[in-house]
């Protein structure tokens, strides 16, 4: 799925007088949202929420791609097949507009198994994830993988809005099925008064996350928070 080819608007607002925002769902196997603009705030009311839902995503640092393809090279070949790039900037856009955003995996393709990866600092193509919210009302940036979620060194979520507090919630394992940990490793999140939910399973504030074995963590650690702020 595109919506990003021309910068696209896409609202669901509040009105003026009262009413919360509403919701904008993109969805698909594969995403490209590069140059979208959501805006489901509520000036009077609880802003709404942008979900996407792709099999894989890894969160890369910047705004959109300045020549066209680049989103889809990234996605055949830096990143391996059934991956989605989502950068920085969109998110930053629509949480600056006091909208909730929420990324979903979903593992029921044979090329993912419905990882979310906020990339690092590295020789890559692309910057180190570095969602920054400035503006707008309070908001949440919730991240629901079916398996794992990893906050890689150098990543970082910084809230530098003193009156409108960031939640973030990272929800591992998320299908309560799949197994799936959440690591962040040498990463950064300020919240400035919001709260930070770590978890897994339907519900994270219930559930636990579940370590899988694999090449990237030899261990079945859960939850893994190692030299972050």
Not at 126 to 146: E, M, V
């Amino acid at each position: 799925s595109k919506i990003g080819q021309q910068p696209a608007l896409r609202e669901a607002r509040g009105g003026a007088q009262g009413g919360n925002g509403g919701m904008v769902e993109t969805s698909g196997k594969h995403l490209d949202v590069a140059g979208a603009r959501i805006n489901v705030s509520a000036p009077r009311g609880k802003g709404g929420e942008w979900l996407l839902d792709p099999n894989n995503v890894t969160i890369v640092g910047g705004d959109e791609p300045e020549a066209e393809g680049i989103a889809a090279f990234a996605t055949d070949v830096v990143l391996g097949a059934g991956n989605s790039v989502v950068f920085s900037g969109t998110i930053n856009n629509a949480l600056n507009n006091g909208s909730n955003v929420t990324i979903t995996t979903v593992a029921q393709y044979a090329e993912g198994s419905g990882d979310i990866r906020l990339q690092g600092a590295c020789e890559c193509y692309y910057p180190a994830a570095a969602i920054a919210k400035s503006d707008g009302g309070a908001s949440t940036l919730t991240l629901r993988a079916d398996r794992h979620i990893r906050m890689e060194p150098g990543a970082s979520i910084i809230n530098a809005n003193s009156d409108a507090p960031l939640n973030v919630v990272f929800n591992s394992n998320a299908n309560g099925k799949s197994g799936g940990e959440v690591r962040v490793i040498e990463a950064q999140i300020l919240t400035n008064g919001g709260n930070v939910t770590i978890g897994g399973g339907p519900d994270p504030a219930k559930g636990f996350a579940q370590g899988v074995w694999d090449r990237q963590s030899p261990s079945n650690v859960g939850i893994a928070i190692v030299d972050s702020t």
